[in-house]
């Protein structure tokens, strides 16, 4: 019924940048936060970054790992989310999940869709 596509992940050097955008379709009635999520291999998967929507405060919040690296960012009319990567380090390496707190058209509750993840690999 919905569906979270990420798109722009891939390689890049250890100081350069990466933008990772998402677009959830579908029976989407609302979206509350919309946020990045990254499991690298042997780790759990841990919070990048967060967003709420306007109705909620446009709240953000970051992973101290990535505050003033990372910035997030979501169209609301668009139902997309973006998360801009600058100075990138090796440990920044994993495959990053798009998630979005849903509720559907007919529906009363809400619920938290995932993508299906982005490879992000940063050389040193």
């Known amino acids: 019924q919905v569906q979270l596509v990420e798109s722009g992940g891939g390689l890049v050097q250890a100081g350069g940048s990466l933008r990772l955008s998402c677009a959830a379709s579908g029976s989407i009635f609302k979206i509350n936060a919309m946020g990045w999520y990254r499991q690298a291999p042997g780790k759990q998967r841990e919070l990048v970054a967060t967003?709420?929507?306007?109705?909620?405060?446009?709240?953000?919040n970051y992973a101290a790992s990535v505050k003033g690296r990372f910035t997030i960012s979501r169209d609301n009319a668009k139902n997309t989310v973006s998360l801009q990567m600058s100075s990138l380090k090796p440990e920044d390496t994993a495959v990053y999940y798009c998630a979005a707190d849903i509720q559907l058209i007919g529906g009363s509750s809400w619920y938290r869709d995932w993508g299906q993840g982005t490879q992000v690999t940063v050389s040193s």
């Open positions: 967003i709420t929507n306007i109705i909620s405060g446009g709240r953000i």
